[in-house]
């Protein structure tokens, strides 16, 4: 809506990542250095680590979109939760060898044979993987092994791994990567970008869809930006694209910092406002979250039912935890008998089988809550899925 109002030739604040609005801030212009150095060295890993939206996978696009297919064939794997066959199988399928089954040697066998015919043809090949705090440390010591395939002396495949803050801890500190960690021949950790490269940041975006001017920015609105984002490109799209949308929806020619204070104000209401600075907050407790009122006649009245049972059978569980508990303290607090008298040890026997039965069902009503409390997480992530679906009645 606000391209065709601000007659631009696209959306340049789409949080997907695009190598045509590659900027190069400071931290961009340092990890292209690491990244140049490394793939010069044409072997081991070269690992860039950042924060949620700092531009690790627009860094990764570009270098693809930038690289000589002549001479290196590179692939991409944006990972999940993987084991390490499932590893092997996704790395074959992201370089385009078709794997039959779900045999891992052969899978690997294929793997290596692909790399010699792209080596006899002169080419190295490159493996890029997104989002490597998702990996397993089996999944990460596959892509190790991966890495040392061989024709004579020389590596057939170099890999660049893309993460998150923790997969630089857990990278550091595993003593199980200790191998892996030899093969780092270069590493970076994308910071957000200067306060004074907001501005330009915003604008380059601009200029690569036509912008000459219109919306104009109020000289402090930058600033300002950069405080409200931390200066991180994926946040600083987010506030832009509203505040564009804004401006086109009141149809205004001067974008200012009244716009964007409006903009966080409704932001913060819907609650897609965070500290980016902050850690992500806890998530609330399950059995208090509800469908909202406006969407509930979409929702099937069955999952309803189905999802009031279970809170109901949880609740009747918990009240009877507690009976239980309060029983094992009573028995437990109960004077000894005399140890001469055999009734009094038959007493005491009898008082002990009580109580390991009571503990034994205390155990078993855990476990039973355990469980209806994943069947009611399954329902509501069922309820989510009705309601955020473009096809609703498919999907549930």
């Not at 994926?234 to 832009?240: A, F, H, L, T």
Request: proline letters at 5%.
């Amino acid at each position: 809506m606000y391209d065709t109002f601000y007659q631009l030739t696209g959306r340049p604040f789409q949080l997907t990542p695009d190598p045509e609005f590659y900027f190069e801030s400071g931290t961009h212009r340092k990890a292209l250095s690491y990244l140049g150095y490394g793939l010069a060295q044409g072997e081991g890993f070269i690992v860039i680590t950042g924060a949620v939206g700092a531009g690790k996978s627009t860094l990764a696009a570009h270098l693809l979109a930038t690289i000589d297919r002549q001479r290196l064939t590179a692939a991409q794997i944006v990972t999940s939760r993987l084991d390490g066959g499932e590893m092997v199988h996704m790395a074959a399928r992201a370089f385009g060898i078709a794997v039959s089954g779900h045999d891992k040697a052969s899978a690997l066998g294929m793997i290596e044979a692909f790399l010699h015919e792209e080596a006899r043809a002169g080419r190295r090949c490159l493996l890029v993987v997104d989002e490597t705090q998702n990996l397993s440390i089996e999944a990460l010591e596959e892509l190790r092994m991966l890495s040392d395939f061989q024709l004579g002396a020389h590596p057939l495949l170099q890999i660049l791994l893309l993460g998150q803050p923790e997969f630089r801890d857990l990278l550091q500190n595993s003593p199980r990567l200790e191998q892996l960690r030899q093969r780092v021949i270069a590493t970076h950790h994308l910071e957000a970008m200067e306060p004074s490269e907001v501005g330009p940041y915003v604008l380059h975006r601009l200029a690569c869809v036509g912008w000459i001017g219109n919306p104009a920015f109020d000289e402090g609105l930058f600033a300002d930006l950069g405080r409200a984002t931390g200066c991180l490109p994926r946040r600083i799209n987010q506030m832009v694209g509203r505040l564009l949308l804004m401006g086109a929806v009141e149809q205004k020619t001067h974008i200012d910092s009244a716009m964007l204070a409006e903009v966080l104000a409704d932001l913060e209401r819907d609650g897609s406002l965070a500290d980016p600075a902050a850690p992500a907050p806890a998530p609330a407790p399950l059995i208090a979250q509800e469908v909202p009122a406006a969407a509930a006649a979409e929702v099937p009245s069955s999952a309803i039912a189905a999802l009031a049972g279970l809170q109901k059978a949880l609740t009747t569980h918990a009240e009877q935890i507690v009976e239980l508990q309060k029983a094992v303290l009573e028995l437990a607090d109960m004077p000894a008998p005399p140890a001469a008298a055999s009734a009094s040890d038959a007493r005491t026997e009898a008082l002990e089988a009580a109580l390991g039965a009571l503990q034994q069902r205390i155990v078993a009503l855990e476990a039973r809550g355990a469980e209806q409390e994943q069947a009611i997480r399954h329902v509501l992530t069922m309820l989510i899925e009705w309601l955020e679906s473009e096809s609703p009645r498919r999907a549930a």
